[in-house]
């Protein structure tokens, strides 16, 4: 198994991110919101017609739209956030021509709760790849950090566990869930994916290698979520046992091994520009 190949690391570092927002809410005092949800035909150019209604004849801002489907849905529901402030915009008329389109399937009107509060009331729960959900902010992550700093080593050692049990059912789950990667290289590809996309953090694969004593990987994290709450200098050890542990579990799971364990050799919160760690995983 050429655990080389794994390495991602020169081409992370060629790319440049951008935030992502994925509220499904907005606050803006002073401006008049509406939510709209609009369920649509999944076909090429469905959710154009709709955009050429609101923005093009209407001359509406739209502030925030998301929408997700797969290739063997029917219908898709979009979820719109506009700008109606200082427009003399008759809304039922706007809803009246959307239906009209033979393209959209039904709209719904969201009010705000408050004034400038609107949000997403129609879709619900959040699913990832079709399973719940939930999205934490640092604001609540930052309660990892307490738990850590109250209970000490336990809760440190607790953390770790957690993650490596969860680091091995997402790697059961995974192939199940992508039939078609079998190999090493693609199943990390796929932690790499999911880990960014669902914000844990930018991992990046910067060497393996294996003899005699088994395999080694050195993994790189970027913006990782449970060090990312901290300031910097603010703990003199790493603080990332749960993704240590999620990681050493994951490649004990992929490499079919006894066992495996993962150090962080650097933490951000030590004024390290990444969180490096390195999976021993023995046959």
Not at 172 to 201: K, N, W
């Amino acid at each position: 198994m050429k655990l080389q190949h794994l390495s991602t690391a020169r081409v992370e570092r060629a790319g440049v991110r951008t935030p992502v927002d994925i509220s499904r809410f907005l606050y803006s005092p002073g401006r008049k919101l509406l939510g709209l949800t609009i369920k649509i035909v999944n076909r090429p150019g469905a959710l154009l017609t709709t955009l050429e209604v609101i923005s093009r004849r209407y001359r509406v801002n739209i502030l925030h739209i998301d929408a997700s489907s797969r290739p063997e849905d029917t219908e898709v529901t979009v979820f719109y956030i506009l700008d109606l402030t200082d427009l003399p915009l008759d809304v039922r008329k706007l809803v009246s021509e959307l239906r009209e389109l033979d393209t959209v399937l039904d709209v719904e009107v969201i009010e705000p709760i408050l004034p400038g509060f609107v949000y997403d009331t129609a879709r619900f729960p959040v699913l990832v790849s079709g399973r719940r959900a939930v999205i934490l902010d640092e604001l609540l992550l930052r309660g990892l950090s307490e738990f850590r700093k109250r209970y000490g080593s336990v809760a440190s050692a607790l953390l770790y566990y957690q993650g490596y049990s969860i680091g091995q059912r997402l790697q059961r789950a995974y192939v199940e869930e992508y039939p078609s990667y079998r190999t090493p290289q693609e199943m990390v590809q796929v932690l790499r994916a999911r880990f960014q996309a669902m914000g844990l953090g930018v991992l990046e694969v910067a060497g393996a290698s294996y003899d005699t004593n088994g395999y080694r990987v050195v993994l790189r994290m970027h913006e990782c979520f449970e060090c990312r709450v901290l300031e910097r200098g603010e703990e003199r050890a790493p603080v990332c046992h749960f993704v240590r542990g999620l990681l050493a579990g994951f490649f004990t799971a992929l490499l079919r091994a006894k066992t495996g364990t993962c150090t962080e050799r650097a933490c951000t919160v030590q004024g390290s520009p990444y969180c490096e760690f390195e999976v021993t995983v023995q046959q």
